[in-house]
């Protein structure tokens, strides 16, 4: 008989971080689509979501703000200045959602971690196949978004082919950093911290209106949140308006998605194999 591979010791997990399914992690997403696949109706209600907003917000609300005008003085509809910034939104929703309820369910209460890694999968599998998962959910709903920006003319600018592997950097940071901070929770209750760091962040980082609304202070502050930086880079890809902010979010979102899988596959095994 075969002896199957020992997990990997907590003290080498840095090693096997990079979110690139190699290995056994492709186990990990197999294995939740096969329990998703009977739930399509919880994908559905994720996708409206934002859909749901974009109709009642950005339309609705947009008949009485009026045109908004860029930095290079263009004059753009208010729905064609929210839009970008709900497609930010979905994907991290849809890859927050995976990341954290869902973890910290199989992780404290189903013990589905305990059993796996009783099979050749270490926890850097299980972090990197948990986060993969994360972000093709994000990547369906962010797609499906997109779709429907395309349909209503909401999209100015051939930067918008791009639109997708953006939505999927901002999934991987949110992904990423929401699976690290599962590691620390303690109790359901303390997923209120989630809803009272998201929710904030939803409203205020230029979502609904212009950074230059704010005063000088708090915009400091709103810059470097990190679902402004998915805003940034998805309306300059919509809007066509892409510069160096861009480029400065796609490296900041980049670094909180690697960090997040770093001390996630850390704590696992720490968790885990203690």
């Not at 303390?190 to 009272?196: G, M, R, S, Y």
């Not at 979502?207 to 309306?235: H, K, M, N």
Request: net charge positive; glycine share 10%.
């Amino acid at each position: 008989m075969t002896q199957a591979p020992a997990p990997a010791r907590p003290g080498t997990l840095g090693l096997r971080v990079l979110p690139v399914l190699g290995g056994n992690s492709w186990r990990m997403v197999e294995r939740n689509f096969l329990v998703y696949r009977h739930g399509w109706v919880v994908f559905l209600t994720g996708m409206l979501e934002p859909i749901l907003y974009l109709l009642s917000i950005g339309i609705g609300v947009g008949n009485l703000v009026g045109d908004f005008r860029l930095g290079d003085g263009r004059a753009v509809s208010y729905v064609e200045f929210v839009a970008p910034a709900m497609l930010a939104a979905s994907a991290m929703n849809g890859a927050l959602f995976d990341s954290t309820y869902n973890i910290f369910f199989r992780m404290k209460y189903a013990k589905l971690y305990d059993a796996i890694l009783a099979t050749p999968l270490g926890p850097g599998d299980v972090a990197r196949g948990e986060i993969t998962w994360a972000l093709l959910r994000g990547a369906v709903y962010s797609a499906v978004f997109i779709v429907v920006m395309v349909a209503m003319g909401l999209v100015q600018s051939w930067w918008m082919l791009l639109a997708l592997p953006a939505t999927l950097l901002i999934g991987f940071a949110f992904a990423g950093a929401g699976m690290a901070l599962t590691t620390w929770m303690r109790s359901w209750q303390d997923f209120e911290f989630v809803q009272l760091a998201i929710m904030p962040m939803f409203l205020f980082s230029a979502t609904f209106y212009p950074l230059s609304t704010y005063p000088d202070a708090v915009q400091e502050i709103v810059r470097w949140t990190p679902l402004y930086q998915g805003v940034v880079l998805c309306r300059g890809m919509a809007l066509g308006s892409m510069g160096w902010e861009a480029v400065t979010a796609v490296a900041y979102l980049a670094a909180m998605g690697l960090v997040g899988v770093y001390v996630a596959s850390r704590r696992l095994g720490t968790l885990l194999l203690k």
